[in-house]
């Protein structure tokens, strides 16, 4: 919080993802949908489910890059479905675990849980929590169960059924007061009507500054959202790029956004869903880099604790990485780069950068290196001893790369 200014909405980017297993035996391990399968065939593998909140941590004011820093991490296990023999009372249980246990549901939790954290810490209780999802948490169970004083920003399908807000009642009306409007165009629709302008908004993504076209609808109704919420519709028009400076002119797909707060300004709604992104180099790094998941255990509590602590240092190297090196998100004083890689500035510090400079840090001391600019000409060798001995900074250093 405090690295927040004290006016600004907490954003959060919530996701989950899978730890591919081999095992069967292994607490929380199921077949599941393949993310990475190809669109025309559905593909199953065994894993774990996990759910993560991650809070972005802006550079600056306005369109400004940012950090997402993992928050919240929890082991989201379905039930073992019963035998197919089994009683009337065990398929009941089964049933109602089953709801407990949908990702939705317990998305929902962890947004009331992190609300009540903020509500408990002193410069949180009067902050917006605003909560930036995929299309797979924009459904019902997650917009009519909301918490107070959260505002969530979700993707919805080209073809939803959004409806005007009511009219007033007249004196002549009779009858229950209607809950909807006339219905409007799809999204998809709209995106096509060239009587509703483009607005150029100017926000950041992908490391520099773009102007996005975007058409905003103040108050909308959904269904999906429940009778009693309005809703700001975000039409995004696809954005133009080229893979190479000769190459021709693509377009990306356009994207529909909605936020559950109408009166949110169109540059905010569209920057803090541009963060969201980095969640999923959150998720990226956090398995092939740092190895969540990779560890063999089976006892239950292990299973949800051991990825858990990877990621709570995984958050603490972020946060030493900020209070270190300030907003510029670069590292000072690098470690000099192998002569293979590209000698080009990068617009932040990746993880393996961190980790490196966080083990030249740690180790440096005691194995007698105190500039690695000149490593090679620390400990001078006899090119042709008789017998070779080895050294401890070498074995290190290689080990770990």
Same mark, same amino acid.
């Given at each position: ?29 199921? #077949? ?15 894993? =774990? ?11 600056? =004011? ?9 928050l919240n991490f929890r082991h989201c296990p379905t039930p073992q479905k019963p035998r197919r023999l089994a009683s009337e009372e065990e398929w009941g249980k089964y049933h109602q675990a089953k709801k407990k246990a949908n990702i939705s ?6 947004? /009331? ?16 929590l605003v909560a930036v999802v995929d299309g797979g948490y924009t459904n019902s169970t997650v917009l009519k169960n909301l918490p107070a004083q959260t505002v969530l920003i979700g993707r919805i399908r080209k073809d939803a059924k959004l ?16 809950? *909807? ?16 302008? #483009?607005?150029?908004?100017?926000? +950041? ?8 076209? $975007? ?25 133009? *790029?080229? @893979? ?28 803090? #869903? ?13 398995? /092939?880099?740092?190895?969540?998941? =990779?560890?063999? $255990?089976?006892? =239950?509590?292990? $299973? ?49 950068? @961190? ?7 740690? +180790?440096?001391?005691?194995?007698? $290196? ?17 017998? +070779? ?8 250093? *290689?080990?770990?790369?």
């Amino acid at each position: 919080m405090d690295q927040l200014p004290t006016h600004e909405p907490l954003v959060v980017a919530m996701d989950d993802s899978l730890f591919y297993k081999t095992g069967k035996k292994t607490p929380g391990v199921a #077949y599941r949908r393949d993310p990475l399968g190809p669109p025309f065939r559905v593909n199953f593998i065994l894993g =774990q489910r996990f759910l993560q909140i991650s809070a972005a941590l802006p550079t600056g =004011q306005g369109p400004a890059a940012a950090r997402m820093i993992p928050l919240n991490f929890r082991h989201c296990p379905t039930p073992q479905k019963p035998r197919r023999l089994a009683s009337e009372e065990e398929w009941g249980k089964y049933h109602q675990a089953k709801k407990k246990a949908n990702i939705s549901q317990k998305g929902v939790e962890r947004l /009331h849980a992190l609300r009540a954290a903020l509500n408990n810490d002193p410069g949180g209780k009067d902050r917006t929590l605003v909560a930036v999802v995929d299309g797979g948490y924009t459904n019902s169970t997650v917009l009519k169960n909301l918490p107070a004083q959260t505002v969530l920003i979700g993707r919805i399908r080209k073809d939803a059924k959004l409806y005007h807000p009511p009219e007033p009642p007249t004196q002549n009306d009779r009858g229950r007061r209607r809950s *909807y409007g006339q219905p409007l165009p799809t999204p998809e629709e709209l995106r096509q009507d060239h009587s509703l302008p #483009y607005q150029p908004i100017i926000a +950041w993504a992908t490391g520099k500054h773009h102007t996005f076209m $975007v058409k905003s609808i103040p108050i909308v109704k959904w269904r999906t959202a429940g009778e009693h919420r309005s809703l700001r519709l975000i039409i995004i028009a696809p954005l133009a *790029y080229r @893979l190479t400076k000769k190459s021709r002119l693509l377009y990306r797909k356009p994207a529909y956004l909605i936020c559950t707060d109408p009166e949110m300004p169109p540059s905010k709604i569209l920057q803090s #869903y541009l963060w969201r992104w980095d969640i999923e180099v959150n998720l990226r790094d956090e398995k /092939h880099i740092l190895g969540a998941g =990779q560890a063999q $255990v089976r006892h =239950q509590h292990s $299973v949800e604790k051991v990825p858990a602590l990877i990621i709570a240092a995984y958050a603490m190297l972020l946060l030493a990485a900020r209070q270190a090196f300030g907003t510029s998100e670069t590292i000072s004083q690098a470690l000099p780069k192998p002569k293979w890689r590209e000698n080009k500035k990068p617009q932040r510090a990746s993880t393996q950068d @961190l980790i490196n400079h966080l083990r030249a840090e740690l +180790w440096g001391k005691s194995m007698g $290196v105190k500039n690695f600019s000149r490593f090679k000409d620390i400990n001078r060798v006899n090119p042709n001893p008789q017998k +070779w001995k080895p050294q401890l900074t070498s074995a290190v250093l *290689y080990t770990c790369t």
